[in-house]
């Protein structure tokens, strides 16, 4: 009989490094932490994920297609210096963080990056 992760909940801790490959994870919980590097294409095609929350990391570069199955309003990109650049990629994150558009959180006018392009950057301890 083998196993397999259902949720992988660590938010606000201190871990680095890239996202690693989810598998068939449904709940994937990593917000404010240090992540960095590029949100992995591979969760576009992921038909277990219903929650993807990687908010509050240093994660850049374009976001993929969302997951077909992540839940309405569940999931949070932002704050992260991701590319904002409008694509056909928004529709699918509009609906999974319940945002329209999905990096203007939690003001209409506010850019995904907003955290780190003003006063509220803080270098880490």
Sequence with gaps: ?????????????RLTGVIPDLGTVAVFDASDNQLTGAIPAAISASQDLIEFSVG????????????PNLAAGFSRLC???????????DA???????????WATPFANARCDDLFNGDFEQPAP
């Design 79 to 89: 704050p992260n210096p991701l590319d904002t650049t409008p694509s056909g990629n």
């Design 92 to 102: 699918g994150w509009n609906v999974a963080t319940g945002y329209t558009p999905w």
């Design 1 to 13: 009989m083998g196993t397999s992760l259902i949720g992988y909940h660590a938010a606000h801790n």
């Design 56 to 67: 509050g990391n240093l994660l850049t570069g374009a976001v993929p297609a969302a997951s």
